[in-house]
């Protein structure tokens, strides 16, 4: 089950794929069922309610005609892991812990959804603002001190995410958050696909294109620390709850082609470690973050405003 935010004239409500094309909007089928999707998971049982209200509905309504949005709305909490890939880790040549993850948060207000812009900062604030192609775990059923056997049954699905990361704010201290947080820097969607639908998580590739260049391109099991020894270790400090989301991280860059002059041209990097294949995210880019068994996140980069003081 495919499972999506979306507005139209009549404000945000949620839907169900049906097809590529279509879907059928929830509140048509399920007048009851709450109108969040976090809402939902917090019920007993609240995405087989889903499921069961749209079995054998054909949708009629499509989704070009429609806005997706971030069907998480204001969750709880979206946590991030930091150097997760092995092959990021090479690229950067940082250390980092080999029995604990590194994480951080990310706000709401820094994702937007599938098909709407992401902000890319003004020159005068910062230039290195890199893609990160991730698989994002959305928690469906809340625990604490989960084991790492049963950490998978608290997954109420999976999603693609693309963690735009402003470089120069993440090393201003020791403390990188602002620069993973910086507003309508990330994006994830297009839907969530419940777990049942997706699978062992080991078992897919994660892709990100720049426009149409492949610059990532990674089997989830390159991962340092899987999707249930993140949930494991972070349930060891606090109770996890529905709608809670985990960006598990990034790959490395691939080497770029012979032809690849944007790739090649180092000079073009701003961030602290200049990598063959890298590019940075431009006002005018199409960014693409590609999962098999979900399907594709896509957005266009727009430039932010001027630095220049608002309310």
């Known amino acids: 089950m495919k499972i999506i935010a979306f507005a139209d004239g009549a404000g945000e409500a949620l839907g169900v794929m049906t097809g590529p094309e279509h879907f059928v909007a929830l509140a048509d089928v ?30 009629k309504r499509e ?23 092995k092959t990021h880790i090479e690229e950067t040549g940082l250390t980092t812990s ?3 993850p590194h994480l951080f948060l990310r706000t709401a207000a820094s994702y937007v959804g599938a098909g709407e812009p992401i902000l890319a900062p003004h020159d005068d604030v910062a230039r290195a603002f890199d893609y ?10 809340g625990g604490r001190h989960i084991p790492y056997d049963r950490a998978l049954e608290h997954v109420a699905g999976y999603s693609c995410l693309n963690e735009g990361s ?13 620069g993973k947080n910086f507003e309508a820097s990330g994006s ?31 089997p989830l099991d390159d991962m340092l620390f899987d999707v249930a020894a993140t949930i494991s270790y972070l349930s060891q400090a606090y109770t996890l709850r529905p ?12 080497p770029p082609a012979e032809d690849d002059v944007e790739g090649r041209d180092l000079s073009r990097q701003f961030g602290t470690f200049k990598t063959p294949g890298l590019v940075h995210m431009r006002p005018g880019d199409l960014v693409e973050v590609e999962i098999d068994g979900i399907g594709i996140l896509s957005n266009p980069v727009s ?9």
Do not use: C
């Not at 069922?33 to 049982?45: G, H, N, R, Y």
């Open 98 to 100: 080999r029995e604990h």
């Open 303 to 311: 430039g932010d405003e001027p630095a220049l003081y608002r309310r």
């Open 132 to 141: 990160e192609g991730e698989l994002a775990v959305v928690i469906g059923k």
């Open 30 to 59: 399920a007048p009851k069922l709450p109108t969040s999707l976090v809402a939902i998971l917090e019920m007993p049982d609240g995405l087989l309610h889903v499921a069961a209200a749209v079995e054998g509905q054909v949708g």
């Open 166 to 178: 402003v470089r120069e704010y993440q090393h201003h201290n020791r403390q990188f958050g602002l």
């Open 188 to 218: 994830y969607g297009p839907w969530l696909v419940t777990a049942d639908e997706f699978g062992d998580p080991s078992t897919h590739r994660v892709k990100t294109r720049v426009n149409g260049v492949t610059r990532q391109d990674a």
């Open 63 to 85: 989704l070009a005609s429609v806005t997706l949005k971030p069907f998480l709305g204001r969750a709880n909490a979206l946590w991030a892991l930091a150097l997760n890939f």
């Open 243 to 254: 709608g809670d989301m985990i960006a598990m991280g990034t790959p490395g860059a691939l």
